[in-house]
């Protein structure tokens, strides 16, 4: 029996020490605090009015979902464009950057910072600022150790009424946070385009034992001494930490190809239509040394609204979205067609007449990473083999057929069913023309790992023979799958 009352008492007392340290280390917010936190992430959406907000302010959705809601409505008349969920310092809850317009005018957009208050245990709003940029379609968020003392910078980037590019820098302050706890380091406003340039840190750096060196942010301007519309002047920002301020540290001067001014006019009039036209092609990329790489190109077709990605023997399919003219060419926003929550914004300038620039930025709500850079020139294939024709025949039909697939139906619409055994599939269809070959596309609705088919036809009497194949800078390769016969069913 008392042996029984010792252990009950260091039993207490086990439970009494860890109660405290409990309490002490500040544990107790992770259970109690509603607003669970989650990994960084980027969010570009469809403007929506304010008010729209998820219950309680709770953040449960997944970082690949395109739900968009911030922790607290905003005011009447702010239409939310963007929001940044990231942890705070504290690293119990979770801050929020929200990116928004005043329908009340049609000034810069605003940022705005929601933040969890430990007195009333609510978030609330705490700080607002403008920016740069004024076209909600064209805005990225994101954050980014840009001085490399781990003190993520908020970047906005975007563009304004002037078709200029934008970015705008906030870092968070060291001195009063509660009155201003982020401060504006860098704003730029540009005719041309504006890059970050990474640099490779060192190993300490990584393993969190030093600082990294700060990255500099370069753009690019029309040079206005020169004739040549292609001329470029490069401006090199550095962050000076004394004034804690980017400050411009270098100039130069970047001359362009000589291209027949009337014509280069034309394509950078702005007018709709003009610049997407032109680079409607297939482009392969062009290595530093000069060398055509025919393992990496780039296939745009504003008709069918995508561009196709090839590179590292994986193509991958984006679906063109928007299209800004800028002053040396074209900057779109593209969406994975089968990831939804992967973006690129594709900065793409003029070279010369067979050749462009590009400069992608991904916007990755997942972590995806991918070994292939798609920044470069790029060449127009003049002499590949697709070049001769991606021309469309009659794309869509209205048609019903038997196969081994089951009872599939064309509709006018684009649209394709395919029926067996009382299960029925949905998806998309073209048919169209490459060197000659009739060709069918066919994309499911459902997400599956073969998101985009093409078949080769031949056709016999109205019946239709289907050869999978795989259309790429060298030609159609046939993949040697079985073939699929389509019968035409009288209706």
Known sequence: MKKAVIGFSIGIAVLSV?????????????????????????KVVIPQEAGQYSAGGQTGQTAWEESLSTKIPLEDGEIVIAVLNKESEERLTEDQFVVYRNTANTGPLFITLLSYDENTRKYKRMWNEPTAATR????????QDLLGDRNNCIIIAGMNSRNEHTMTIFRRST????EQPYKKIAELQIDGSITIQETTRTLAY???MTRGQSFNIAAYSHDSASANIL???????SFNSLREQYEQTNVSRILGSQIEQRRLRELLSGRPGVFEN???DLWYYVSPEGTIDANQYLYFDPQGKEIIFFGDEAQQVFRWQTSTPTRLGIYIRSQNISISTLSRLIDIELESLDRIRLRVHEDVRLRITANTTWDGSYRRARVANVRNSAS????????VYDSSWGRLQFFNSGEYTINSSGNTKRGHYVFYKVENNELLEMRPAETTEENRMVYKI????SVLILSRVRVGTNGIQDLLEPAVTLTPVNQ
């Open 392 to 399: 469309q025949i009659k794309s869509a039909v209205d048609a």
């Open 231 to 237: 001329d470029q002047i490069e401006t090199i920002y």
């Open 206 to 208: 990584q393993q969190g």
């Open 175 to 178: 001195g009063q946070p509660q």
């Open 458 to 461: 031949e056709n016999l009497s």
């Open 278 to 280: 032109f680079i409607n």
């Open 18 to 42: 860890l109660l405290i340290l409990f309490l002490a280390t500040g544990l107790w917010k992770v259970f109690f605090n509603s607003q669970a936190y989650e990994d960084v992430r980027t």
């Open 136 to 143: 909600p379609e064209t805005i990225t968020l994101f954050n």
